[in-house]
């Protein structure tokens, strides 16, 4: 099982960005999936998770501004982040949102700054 997280960067306050985690070893569509990041000197923290249901979960701090979604055709997880704030600056992983964990990759470092 191998979990890679992509599309991280540098980006000013306010701006957006779109995070992927592909996947393989693993059929994304039978688990619930999840973000997680990880700022510097903190604790990992669940960032947003998705159901096999298609219900949703955001951490208070991104909802509104973050959206999960997933290509299960492809094995693909996406988070579309918007109004980003310099808070959000964190690596991201991706990973299952219940039961025991995947494997971490090794994340995608998203910093908010002007």
């Known amino acids: 099982v191998q979990l890679v997280e992509s599309g991280g960067g540098l980006v000013q306050p306010g701006g957006s960005l779109r995070l992927s985690c592909a996947a393989s070893?693993?059929?994304?569509?039978?688990?619930?999936l999840a973000w997680y990041r990880q700022a510097p000197g903190k604790q990992r923290e669940l960032v947003a998770n998705?159901?096999?249901?298609?219900?949703?979960i955001y951490a208070d701090s991104v909802k509104g501004r973050f959206a999960i979604s997933g290509d299960y055709e492809n094995d693909i997880l996406y988070l579309e982040m918007t109004n980003l704030k310099p808070e959000d600056t964190a690596v991201y992983y991706c990973?299952?949102?219940?039961?025991?964990?995947?494997?971490w990759g090794q994340g995608t470092q998203v910093t908010v700054s002007s």
């Open positions: 070893g693993i059929i994304f569509s039978i688990w619930t």
């Open positions: 990973n299952k949102g219940a039961g025991a964990l995947l494997p």
């Open positions: 998705t159901t096999t249901t298609g219900s949703r």
